[in-house]
C-alpha cells in the first residue's frame, strides 16, 4: 500500500534512510518535510511496516526527487518501480511538467529504474556525493497525460 508520509513513519524513514545511504538524511530533516508545502513524500507500507519511501520538493511546474529507498529484504519486487509511478503520476496531476534527479553513476539498479521510467540525462555534477566520493548524473523526465494512473 502507498500512502502519503505521516509523522508515524519519520522514525522508519530516518532508520531506513541509514540502512540504505553512506550519508543518510537525519530523523529531524526528515521530519522537516513535513511541514514543508514544497515537499511531497510517499510511503510503502506492507503489513503496517514502512518497506520503501520516495520524497520530492516541486517548485512548480519543476520537481526535484529528493530519496528513494526501498528495505534490502524487499528489493526487486516492483516496490521502487511502484512509489516512483505513483510520485509521477501525483505530481503531474499537481501541474508538474518536468522531474529531476541526481543519482550515483555507479547505481545501476536505481539507474536502470529511471531509464524504464522515460529519464533520460541533462547533465553531470562532479564529485556531487560523498562517501565514497562520486559524481551524480543528473536525470530529467517531461511528464506528460501518459503518466496519469487511475
Ligand atoms: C533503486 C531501488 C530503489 C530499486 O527498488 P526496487 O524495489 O528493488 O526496484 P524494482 O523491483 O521496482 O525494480 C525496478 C527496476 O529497477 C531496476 N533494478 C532493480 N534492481 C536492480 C538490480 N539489482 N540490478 C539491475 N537493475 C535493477 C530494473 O530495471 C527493474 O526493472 P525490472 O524488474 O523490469 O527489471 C533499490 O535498489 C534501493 O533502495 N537501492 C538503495 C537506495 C538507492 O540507491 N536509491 C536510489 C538513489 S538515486
Request: glycine share 6%; net charge negative; charged share 20%.
Amino acid at each position: 500500500m502507498i500512502v502519503p508520509m505521516q509523522e508515524t513513519h519519520i522514525a522508519q524513514i530516518a532508520a531506513l534512510e541509514k540502512r540504505c545511504f553512506s550519508d543518510p538524511w537525519s530523523e529531524t530533516s526528515v521530519r522537516s518535510e513535513l511541514s514543508n508545502p514544497l515537499s511531497f513524500w510517499l510511503v510503502a507500507e506492507e503489513d503496517g511496516k514502512l518497506i520503501g519511501y520516495v520524497g520530492s520538493q516541486s517548485v512548480a511546474p519543476e520537481a526535484d526527487v529528493m530519496n528513494l529507498a526501498v528495505a534490502p529484504e524487499w528489493r526487486n519486487k516492483g516496490i521502487g518501480r511502484a512509489l516512483m509511478t505513483a510520485l509521477i503520476a501525483q505530481l503531474h496531476s499537481r501541474g508538474i511538467t518536468a522531474l529531476f534527479l541526481e543519482v550515483r553513476v555507479g547505481n545501476t539498479p536505481a539507474q536502470n529504474l529511471y531509464q524504464s521510467l522515460g529519464f533520460v540525462e541533462a547533465g553531470r555534477r562532479p564529485k556531487y556525493y560523498v562517501n565514497p566520493t562520486e559524481d551524480a548524473l543528473i536525470l530529467r523526465k517531461e511528464l506528460t497525460d501518459a503518466d496519469t494512473v487511475d
